[in-house]
């Protein structure tokens, strides 16, 4: 399995404009995340998803779009990239256990650079 | 809203010393996890601790999870090179088990 796969690795750019983040898992996860991870802050959920057809917004959603048309991938759509938005994006999936938690596998990340 | 809230922010030891952070929620958690991440890499998933109380070793790490399910602590005996890295933890938002808010880390660093 290759897990959580994310593309790209990097990318730059330029206020205004727009692109997709892709994320896709093989372990037939469930439930699927986006996070951004800014220096100081953490990890800050921005969208969701508890399976195909279903997302919901988490802590920091504004100007993010999300969509789940199957189980295996989850992009995220920048709209009009801001420089506030200059991060480290971070797409998991994850399972119920047990039903007491739900442990999530990280991809490896995508650096995104507005300027 | 739910906080998660994790202390030091920051802290560098001689490798052999031991090293402990705290976590604190201003809620009551079903459960915690407990993530590393290594410099330039991603997180991943430690432990999850679900009873009140709990207590769980992995090697040199110890997991614990409060009697009243608002504070856990991480603890490394003897610190290695390895050990190096941001740890977090992490309750289960308000909307449900599936998502997480996350503390924003404790970076461990050791000198050898």
């Known amino acids: 399995n290759a897990g959580v796969t994310q593309t790209p690795k990097f990318q730059v750019l330029k206020t205004g404009q727009s692109m997709t983040l892709q994320c896709a898992q093989d372990?037939?996860?469930?439930?699927m995340s986006w996070y951004r991870q800014d220096p100081g802050m953490g990890l800050r959920l921005i969208h969701y998803?508890?399976?195909?057809?279903?997302?919901d917004q988490g802590e920091v959603p504004n100007g993010y779009n999300v969509s789940r048309s199957t189980t295996e991938d989850f992009p995220l759509r920048l709209l009009s990239a801001a420089p506030s938005q200059t991060s480290v994006y971070f797409c998991?999936?994850?399972?119920?256990?047990?039903?007491?938690?739900?442990?999530?596998?990280f991809g490896p990340g995508t650096r995104l650079t507005v300027t | 809203g739910q906080q998660v809230m994790q202390i030091p922010q920051y802290q560098h030891v001689q490798e052999g010393e031991d090293f402990t952070t705290y976590c604190n929620s201003s809620?009551?958690?079903?459960?915690i996890q407990w993530y590393k991440q290594r410099p330039g890499g991603h997180p991943v998933f430690l432990i999850q601790?679900?009873?009140?109380?709990e207590v769980k070793k992995q090697k040199r790490l110890t997991f614990q999870f409060g009697e009243a399910k608002k504070n856990s602590s991480l603890h490394i005996t003897a610190t290695q090179t390895t050990d190096v890295g941001t740890y977090f933890c992490?309750?289960?938002?308000?909307?449900?088990?599936?998502?997480?808010?996350f503390g924003k880390g404790t970076m461990l660093l050791v000198s050898p």
């Open positions: 601790l679900v009873k009140s109380g």
């Open positions: 998803s508890v399976g195909a057809g279903i997302t």
């Open positions: 992490a309750g289960p938002l308000d909307s449900g088990y599936s998502t997480l808010t």
């Open positions: 372990m037939n996860h469930e439930y």
């Open positions: 809620t009551t958690l079903s459960n």
């Open positions: 998991a999936s994850s399972y119920s256990w047990g039903g007491s938690g739900y442990e999530q596998y």
